[in-house]
């Protein structure tokens, strides 16, 4: 299985690299790992509706272009649908057995998503209501996608 996912701006904290090179590794023997950074557009601290629009639409014709029709696309939402572990481990199982070989993950820049990627997008996850910096939102992401993995071979890494 493919597990790629596309984020918006460059990862500058060593912190968050550490962690996420972790999983990336420890996800080896699952699946081949890619993540896809996308430049984030350039944005003042104040935007009225109209531009924070414009920004999330630029970004979003970056990540649309990143992704191929066969690909299965979650994107991150708050506004999405909450899962448990369990239940999304069992989701990525039966994916696997209908064929979707290729899932990708979208993460938002500071902004959010655009209409069109989450239009684009298959299924919706939400983390819950807390909003999670999108660096960190990557590491939460990889760490629940090993947990998924590790709960389908009936790992005790999942109590
Ligand atoms: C800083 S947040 C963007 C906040 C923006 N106001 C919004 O509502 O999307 C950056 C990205 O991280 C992801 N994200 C942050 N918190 C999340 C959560 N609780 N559940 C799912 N995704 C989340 C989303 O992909 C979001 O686009």
Same mark, same amino acid.
């Given at each position: 299985?493919?597990? +790629?996912?596309?984020?918006?701006? +460059?990862?500058?904290? +060593? $912190?968050?690299?550490?962690?996420?090179?972790?999983?990336? !590794?420890?996800?080896?023997?699952?699946?081949?790992?890619? @993540?896809?950074?996308?430049? *984030?557009?350039?944005?003042?601290?104040?935007?009225?509706?109209?531009?924070?629009?414009?920004?999330?639409?630029?970004?979003?014709?970056? @990540?649309? *272009?990143?992704? !191929? *029709?066969?690909?299965? =696309? $979650?994107?991150?939402?708050?506004?999405?649908?909450?899962?448990?572990?369990?239940?999304?481990?069992?989701? @990525?199982?039966? #994916?696997?057995?209908?064929? &979707?070989?290729?899932?990708?993950? =979208?993460?938002?820049?500071?902004?959010?998503?655009?209409?069109?990627?989450?239009?684009?997008?298959?299924? &919706?996850?939400?983390?819950?209501?807390?909003? #999670?910096?999108?660096? #960190? /939102?990557?590491? =939460?992401? =990889?760490?629940?996608?090993?947990?998924?993995? /590790? @709960?389908?071979?009936?790992?005790?890494?999942? +109590?």
């Amino acid at each position: 299985m493919n597990i +790629k996912f596309i984020v918006v701006g +460059k990862l500058k904290e +060593k $912190y968050f690299k550490q962690g996420i090179a972790e999983y990336a !590794k420890r996800l080896t023997k699952f699946c081949k790992f890619t @993540i896809v950074e996308v430049p *984030d557009e350039k944005a003042p601290e104040s935007l009225s509706d109209a531009e924070m629009s414009e920004v999330k639409e630029k970004e979003g014709e970056r @990540i649309l *272009d990143k992704i !191929k *029709d066969r690909e299965y =696309v $979650y994107s991150l939402e708050i506004l999405g649908k909450e899962r448990s572990s369990e239940e999304f481990a069992k989701e @990525i199982d039966q #994916l696997a057995t209908y064929g &979707h070989s290729d899932l990708t993950f =979208v993460i938002g820049g500071s902004l959010g998503l655009s209409p069109a990627v989450m239009k684009r997008a298959n299924a &919706h996850i939400s983390f819950g209501r807390f909003t #999670l910096p999108h660096q #960190l /939102m990557r590491l =939460v992401l =990889v760490e629940q996608v090993y947990r998924a993995f /590790m @709960i389908n071979a009936g790992s005790p890494y999942h +109590k």
